[in-house]
């Protein structure tokens, strides 16, 4: 299985259309005195985008992107873009940590380097993890998929690339978001590999499984959602239903792309309607450039349309892998209070062996973003006792050292 190394440089030609672009924004009219009520306010990204073209230097961005190790493999015939950053200490743990929407790998900047070598953050090197971060199919600089349904193979996507490219025989996994529903797909259907996954949410298609007998938290959390959707979650529907007339006009408008995204980051985060006290410009303009650079708004929409057109046949083999379920897998959640939902513990456990449950104090839906410390250690508590299944796999393991992929790449 091919690995190669990977750096990213944005064609020069990109970023001079880009400011040609910025320098001729159409503003849209608005009510006076809206603030955000109405979407991303218009001073706010009036002023983004004046930061973008006179402040933002992309070339700076990206030569701290480039410090990590960046690497594509082929796996199966579709290219993964990740970024593998090994562990400082004695065993690193391998851990594969999958993102969501509207953020993509930068989302785990801050915390690949306090997972990698703990002890240089103020931990302990027993706690160093083996971090691998893909980008998402259809997002960054992964393959765009080709047809619909991709979202489904993500999980044995990651497995291989874990496995077979990597050669890790046990390792774990985190996410959030879209990174949830990927991190449980690994639980249900590689198990045996898995030492263990933590998430941030309980995957949001479970809210179709409604049980009969719901606890009152339960039923508190399910009325929460259904007076969020009509509210808040609209950009699904249109995302799952239509996603290409709406990627046309972003993927056409820096400042619309910016304005799309932006309001996710102000709405989700524990920001109390402000959103640098969160991110600032730069971070916020780092990851608009990932979809912007990369022309992946469409295909990162996919998702949504994959499982909102979906026909019995894909939903019955779901039903068959959720019997199989993921129950033998340890898993841990962190729920941040401001993230976009908050299930009860029990309802984790209907689908979960949930083992370690934490109640956030701060943060929302960008936790890796907004909470990196608080994120890390919870991650590195929940794994610590959970070490020796991935020592005992990988001493199991023909040729028992998994190789790193500078090792592998051709």
Known sequence: MRVTPFEIRVPQPTLD?????????????????????????????????EHWLTRFDWRQQEEALNRFSHFRADVDGFGVHFIHERGRGERPLPIVLTHG?????????????????????????????????????GYGFSDKPARDGFTFRTGNLWHTLMTEALGYQQYAAHGGDWGSTVTEQLARSHGRSLVGVHLTDVP???LFQRPRDPSRAERAFFDRNDKWIPKEGAYALIQGTRPYSLARALNDSPAGLAAWIVDKFHRWSDCDGRIETRFSKDELLANIMIYWATETIGSAFLPYYDFTSSGPLTWMAEAVKQWTGSSDVPAAFAIFPK???????????????VQRWTQMPSGGHFAAMEEPELLVEDIR?????????????????????PKTAASRAT
């Open 339 to 353: 993230d976009i939902s908050q299930p009860p513990r029990e309802w984790a456990e209907r689908f979960f062996d």
């Open 381 to 401: 508590a929940f794994f610590r006792p959970l070490r020796a299944r991935a020592a005992l796999g990988d001493s199991e393991a023909v040729g028992a050292a």
């Open 101 to 137: 929407y509207p953020d993509s790998f930068v989302r785990f900047l801050k915390i690949i380097p306090m997972l990698s070598d703990p002890q240089a953050h103020g931990g302990d090197a027993a706690d160093a993890f083996d971090v691998v971060v893909p980008s998402m199919p």
């Open 17 to 49: 259309d880009l400011r040609n672009r910025l320098e001729r924004v159409r503003w849209a009219d608005e009510i006076e005195d809206d603030g955000w009520d109405h979407g991303t306010g218009g001073p706010y990204l009036k002023a983004l985008v």
């Open 204 to 206: 949001f298609w479970h």
